[in-house]
């Protein structure tokens, strides 16, 4: 976990909510993500957390609120705006393009408008030539840092579940962002890439990245979380160290759901 964090949130959402049709999936939710931590966000089943995810990156529009990230409000901005501004986020259900090798995949997460592409090689071929290396080498760097390097030629379809978590992470990486959300990084994936993945991201965390990580696996929550937010039926429930949150009966009810 991080020293020093520092006292200005990274990520800070207020007064967020979005309903469909009759649905209030997140009802009037804050988050906050300190910079330098690993925050939980968890919850039972449909409390809202992925729809704050997608809320909070503007993959849906959110009905009403506020989301500030490092300093500027950008619940405003399109999500590919949100992401080069330095907040990415993975999919609970791996989005890799399975027909597409596990390098291609890696190159396509940091590819440039195809416009300004074009232009590009016309006019500066050696430029390009140069980055593409630059950028293939990252992307090897990033493969090594996942434990996929060796598998960069194999098409992304042949993954397991955890390979395709892990190369979801390294498409994120990709994009050198400053916050990372995951969602469910551990859900289909055995116990020993689960170790794994938690290693990389203590690793990932100690040179700089935040994360904010929605996970069932309570395991995983309270090794890796400073601070974990609990969302319940769209609202806040409660927010705390994890040792806090384990131990808190409003929490448990919501779980065992005898609230
Ligand atoms: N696109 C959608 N259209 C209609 N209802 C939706 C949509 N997305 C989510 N919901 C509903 O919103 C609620 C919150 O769903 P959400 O997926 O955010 O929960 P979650 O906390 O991520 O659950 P889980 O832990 O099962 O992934 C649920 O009742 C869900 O059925
Ligand atoms: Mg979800």
């Given at each position: ?9 990274l990520?800070?959402?207020?007064g ?11 009802n ?23 729809t704050?995810?997608?809320l ?6 959110p ?14 901005l399109?999500?590919?705006k ?10 609970q ?7 597409l090798?596990?390098?291609e995949?890696?190159?396509?997460a940091?590819?440039?408008q195809?416009?300004?592409k ?11 030539a ?7 080498d ?8 996942v434990?996929?390097a060796?598998?960069?030629q194999?098409?992304?379809g ?18 050198d ?21 938690c290693?990389?991201?203590?690793a990932w965390n100690?040179?700089?990245m ?5 996970e069932?696996n309570m395991?995983?929550i ?34 065992l759901?005898?609230?």
């Open positions: 976990m991080a020293n020093n964090l520092s006292a200005t949130p990520l800070a959402a207020s967020v909510c979005k309903s469909f049709g009759g649905i209030q999936a997140v009037n939710a804050e988050i906050q993500v300190t910079q330098g931590s690993i925050t939980g966000l968890i919850g039972p089943n449909g409390a809202g957390k992925t704050l995810f997608n909070l990156s503007n993959f849906i529009r009905d009403k609120g506020k989301v500030v990230f490092d300093g500027e409000p950008i619940h405003h399109q999500s590919h949100i992401a080069q501004q330095g907040l990415v986020r993975t999919f259900v791996a989005r890799a393009l399975s027909r090798s596990v390098l995949n890696m190159l396509l940091a590819q440039k195809t416009g300004e074009f232009w590009a090689v016309q006019l500066q071929p050696h430029v390009v140069r980055e593409e290396k630059e950028l293939r990252k992307a090897m760097f990033l493969l090594e840092s434990g996929l060796h598998k960069a194999d098409y992304a042949g993954l397991s579940g955890g390979q395709r978590k892990l190369l979801e992470i390294g498409r994120a990486l990709m994009t962002p400053k916050l990372i959300l995951l969602d469910e990084p551990a859900a289909g994936v055995n116990p020993t890439l689960i170790r794994e993945i290693d990389r991201i203590v100690k040179d700089g935040t994360f904010l990580i929605i069932h395991d995983v309270m090794s890796l979380c400073d601070r974990v937010w609990v969302l319940a039926e769209g609202q806040n429930l409660a927010v705390g160290s994890p040792e806090e949150i384990q131990t808190n009966s409003q929490v448990l009810e919501a779980y759901g005898t609230s």
